[in-house]
């Protein structure tokens, strides 16, 4: 079975910035897309940003292009995502999963989750 696990989340001021990891281990990861979500208090889960493994093609949240960018090492099996420039409207649960394209933005077509890392952004 396939495990997720975040880290890099922490407290920041905001317009500091962040690097997140996705550690995936287990049998052979073969989703061909990993993604980034993210959940606030009393929201639903959002789209952030998503990479292919193959050819590391992306696709971001309008809302965080520019400020994010999400990239993969496929050797270590790891994916990132640097939040740059941080807003108190960034603070939320991050978490990353492994589906099958990185063009999907709902949460429904992602079948590995992380338990994700808290971001907090203060201003």
């Known amino acids: 079975q396939v495990q997720l696990v975040e880290s890099g989340g922490g407290e920041v001021q905001a317009g500091d910035s962040l690097r997140l990891s996705c550690a995936a281990s287990g049998r052979t990861f073969s989703a061909i897309a990993m993604a980034w979500f993210r959940q606030a208090p009393g929201k639903d889960r959002e789209f952030v940003a998503a990479?292919?493994?193959?050819?590391?093609?992306?696709s971001y949240a309008d809302s965080v292009k520019g400020r994010f960018t999400v990239s993969r090492d496929n050797a270590q099996n790891t994916g990132y995502l640097e939040v740059n420039s941080l807003k108190p409207e960034d603070t939320a649960v991050y978490y990353c999963a492994g589906g099958g394209s990185v063009y999907y933005r709902s949460p429904k077509y992602f079948d590995v989750w992380g338990r994700g890392t808290q971001v907090t952004v203060s201003s």
């Open positions: 990479i292919t493994w193959s050819n590391g093609i992306t």
